[in-house]
């Protein structure tokens, strides 16, 4: 058997529940190579080698100082997990659900009689996202790692250089965030606000079939994160900074507003306590 790299998204933050399908939604099998699901269900894509632009230009607009824009090459194809780990896949592998959003969470009256198998799992430390690799990785005989910072965002752009996959506008239409019209991006359009997470992949994918992306719960990367690190990094499959205090978290949650789930925006936090910086 040939070996295969397989990154996987694992998620944190918080959630309480909305309309939910026990389904992945929009997500449309595909055979050959281009996807492998695994023992537990999870389906991983493959991510095409590539170039790109990593980062935001200076006039887009909420960009963040650190977003210093800078050519990446990604050498190597690998395979991302299609959808956020769900909080029944979690449970498979680690043998609990940390889920705030489940039924025996704190926030369990706001899925009362809902299946939140298919949430994703949320509250979970990067510390417990990278054992959770690791013992998927025995389980399957395959080596399964947090994607990098640049993996991420490659995977993320899925080959545009706007803020969004989507384009230049995004809102609550497109993604589990925030649905106030305050917090769009690109117009002044509100929509739902779930006040919660909801199933995986209830949004349309983007180019290369990866969903969610943009919102429902924020993911971990395997970096360090370093507000400078752009500045100096290496211009093939960067692997982020040798140290650092916090890790990597990417694309937003289902309170933020649209531009804390731009392509290029970025965020971070302690890779043991689990909620740093979260709220309920
Ligand atoms: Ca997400």
């Given at each position: 058997?040939?070996?295969?790299?397989?990154?996987?998204?694992?998620?944190?933050?918080?959630?309480?529940?909305?309309?939910?399908?026990?389904?992945?939604?929009?997500?449309q099998p595909k055979g050959d190579d281009k996807e492998h699901t695994n023992?537990?269900?999870?389906?991983?894509?493959?991510?095409?080698?590539?170039?790109?632009?990593?980062?935001?230009?200076?006039?887009?607009?909420?960009?963040?100082?650190?977003?210093?824009?800078?050519?990446?090459?990604?050498?190597?194809?690998?395979?991302?997990?299609?959808?956020?780990?769900?909080?029944?896949?979690?449970?498979?592998?680690?043998?609990?659900?940390?889920?705030?959003?489940?039924?025996?969470?704190?926030?369990?009256?706001?899925?009362?009689?809902?299946?939140?198998?298919?949430?994703?799992?949320?509250?979970?430390?990067?510390?417990?996202?990278?054992?959770?690799?690791?013992?998927?990785?025995?389980?399957?005989?395959?080596?399964?790692?947090?994607?990098?910072?640049a993996e991420w965002e490659y995977a993320c752009r899925a080959g545009t250089?706007?803020?969004?996959?989507?384009?230049?506008?995004?809102?609550?239409?497109?993604?589990?965030?925030?649905?106030?019209?305050?917090?769009?991006?690109?117009?002044?359009?509100?929509?739902?606000?779930?006040?919660?997470?909801?199933?995986?992949?209830?949004?349309?994918?983007?180019?290369?079939?990866?969903?969610?992306?943009?919102?429902?719960?924020?993911?971990?990367?395997?970096?360090?994160?370093?507000?400078?690190?752009?500045?100096?990094?290496?211009?093939?499959?960067?692997?982020?900074?040798?140290?650092?205090?916090?890790?990597?978290?990417?694309?937003?949650?289902?309170?933020?507003?649209?531009?804390?789930?731009?392509?290029?925006?970025?965020?971070?936090?302690?890779?043991?306590?689990?909620?740093?910086?979260?709220?309920?």
């Amino acid at each position: 058997m040939r070996t295969m790299v397989v990154v996987v998204n694992v998620a944190i933050v918080l959630a309480f529940v909305a309309a939910c399908t026990p389904t992945l939604g929009a997500h449309q099998p595909k055979g050959d190579d281009k996807e492998h699901t695994n023992s537990i269900g999870m389906v991983l894509v493959r991510i095409p080698a590539g170039k790109f632009t990593m980062g935001s230009p200076t006039d887009e607009l909420h960009r963040g100082a650190e977003e210093t824009q800078h050519e990446v090459a990604i050498t190597k194809s690998f395979f991302l997990g299609a959808f956020e780990v769900t909080q029944g896949q979690y449970e498979k592998i680690m043998g609990n659900n940390p889920s705030f959003f489940s039924a025996k969470g704190a926030g369990k009256q706001r899925v009362a009689k809902k299946d939140t198998s298919s949430h994703p799992v949320e509250r979970v430390s990067w510390n417990d996202a990278v054992e959770f690799c690791k013992k998927l990785s025995a389980r399957e005989k395959k080596t399964y790692r947090l994607p990098t910072e640049a993996e991420w965002e490659y995977a993320c752009r899925a080959g545009t250089k706007a803020p969004f996959h989507t384009g230049g506008k995004f809102n609550s239409n497109l993604g589990n965030i925030n649905g106030l019209s305050y917090s769009s991006y690109g117009s002044e359009e509100g929509g739902p606000f779930y006040r919660s997470t909801v199933p995986v992949a209830e949004y349309k994918g983007n180019a290369f079939n990866a969903f969610d992306m943009h919102g429902n719960v924020q993911e971990w990367c395997a970096d360090w994160y370093g507000a400078d690190y752009y500045k100096s990094s290496p211009k093939s499959d960067p692997q982020g900074p040798e140290k650092g205090t916090e890790r990597v978290l990417r694309g937003g949650a289902w309170p933020s507003s649209a531009k804390a789930c731009r392509n290029a925006a970025r965020n971070r936090a302690s890779s043991s306590p689990v909620l740093n910086g979260f709220v309920t």
